[in-house]
Nanobody
Framework: QVQLVESGGGLVQAGGSLRLSCATS????????MGWFRQAPGKERELVAG????????YYGDSVKGRFTISRDNVKNTVYLQMNSLKPEDTAVYYC?????????????????WGQGTQVTVSS
């Protein structure tokens, strides 16, 4: 059993930055690949970023490439999402998810554990 708790969301102006954190507990964090998903009202939940167990390989959705950075600290058992140059289109609830595999996955159903989400709102 893995518990995931997101934090760091809030209201920011377009062009600003936020850093989301996902703290984990319950099992060995380093055994899990991690992903950040987001879901805006009326839209499907989408994978924003993924990271392997070691942090050696990452993925970014096309809409956030060059602006967002995923990272992990396997000592603090925490995964981060640094979000720069935020746009109103980034407004969504952001979720972290854990998958007991070396590699991240692209589909929601391939993740085993989920946080409750944190709201990110970007004003124009």
């Amino acid at each position: 059993q893995v518990q995931l708790v997101e934090s760091g969301g809030g209201l920011v102006q377009a062009g600003g930055s936020l850093r989301l954190s996902c703290a984990t507990s319950g099992r060995t964090f380093s055994n899990y690949a991690m992903g950040w998903f987001r879901q805006a009202p009326g839209k499907e939940r989408e994978l924003v970023a993924g990271i392997t167990q070691s942090g050696g390989s990452t993925y970014y959705g096309d809409s956030v490439k060059g602006r967002f950075t995923i990272s992990r600290d396997n000592v603090k058992n925490t995964v981060y999402l640094q979000m720069n140059s935020l746009k109103p289109e980034d407004t969504a609830v952001y979720y972290c998810a854990a998958r007991r595999n070396y590699y991240y996955a692209y589909r929601e159903d391939d993740y085993d554990y989920w946080g409750q989400g944190t709201q990110v709102t970007v004003s124009s």
